[in-house]
C-alpha cells in the first residue's frame, strides 16, 4: 500500500498564521494514486514543495469551511496543478474536483473555478463516490454563521477521517465507529476551552465511545495556546501521552510541519 499523509501544517488559528511558527499549510493525503490537498492555508504553495511534494499530482482539492487557515492557498494550488492553462485559443484545460462549501465558492475567483473539471458544494452527511472511494461529510459544529463539514473517507481497506475544526456534540462519536485513522484538529491543551474548537479533556470521553477503537489517531491544528512563543510551554508532548492513558488508543501520534506517514504503518498498530 503507497497511501500516505503529508502534514504540510500542524498549526491553526491566527497566530500561527501571522507567524508561521507552526506552519498552516493544511495535509496532503495520497489514496489509490489520488493526491489530495485538505484544508490548504496560508503558505500551503510553499510547504508543498519545501516538503519536496508536486502539486501537479494534486487532482481533489478539499476545502472544510471559509476560514483564511482552512482555504487561503486554494487558488494558488488549483492553478498550480497543471503546466498548462490553456490552448492556442485559450480554452481551459480542465483538472481536478474540489469539495468544498457554498461560502467558500464565494470567495474563489470564476478564473480559477473555470480550471476545474468538477465543483461539488458539500455539506455534512453528504456522501460522494469517487474513483471508487466512497467520501463522507461529517458533521462539525464551528462557526455559528458558516457552513462547514468534516471528512470520512471509507476505502476498500481501511477508514479515516479529518474531523476539521469542530466542538463536540450529542453523536459526534458515533459518525466515526468504523474509523481506522482519525486526524483531530486540538487546538487547546487540558481544560483549556474554547467556543468553538476542541481541548483536550473534552473530547477524550468522546475519542473513548467510537466503536471499535481507533487503530491511530493524529492531533494537528494546534493553536498558540498549545504552542507558541506566547504560550507558557509546549504542551503537544504531554496531550500524547494524556490521551494515551486516558483512552484504548494505542498509538497516538503528534502532527510535525513535514511529517510524512505512510499508512499501512498506521494500520499496523492496533
Sequence with gaps: MEDQLVILGSGGGRHHIRTQYRATGGILYKFNRIQAHIDPGPGAIIRIS???????????FIATHAHVDHYNDLSALIESSREVLHDKQYNYFKKGTLITTNDVLRYISSYHLNMLERIIPFKAGDRLLYKNSEIIGTKTIHSPNMEGFGVRFNLKDYSIAFTSDT????????????????????????SIKCKRHLCTDE?????????????????????????????????????????R??????????????????????????
Excluded at 466542538?167 to 487540558?190: A, H, K, W
Excluded at 498509538?251 to 504503518?265: F, M, P, S, T
Design 50 to 60: 519545501q516538503y519536496g511534494e508536486d502539486p501537479l499530482k494534486t487532482e481533489l
Design 167 to 190: 466542538r463536540v456534540f450529542e453523536g459526534f462519536s458515533d459518525q466515526f465507529n468504523q474509523v481506522n485513522i482519525m486526524i483531530l484538529n486540538l487546538l487547546r491543551p487540558d
Design 203 to 243: 473530547v477524550i470521553p468522546f475519542l473513548n465511545k467510537i466503536e471499535p477503537n481507533l487503530n491511530c489517531l493524529i492531533i494537528t491544528h494546534f493553536g498558540a495556546y498549545m504552542d507558541s512563543p506566547i504560550s507558557p510551554k509546549n504542551f503537544v508532548s504531554s496531550q500524547v501521552e494524556k490521551i
Design 245 to 270: 492513558k486516558k483512552t484504548n488508543i494505542k498509538n497516538v501520534i503528534a502532527a510535525k510541519d513535514g511529517l510524512k506517514i505512510n499508512i499501512e504503518n498506521l494500520l499496523e498498530n492496533n
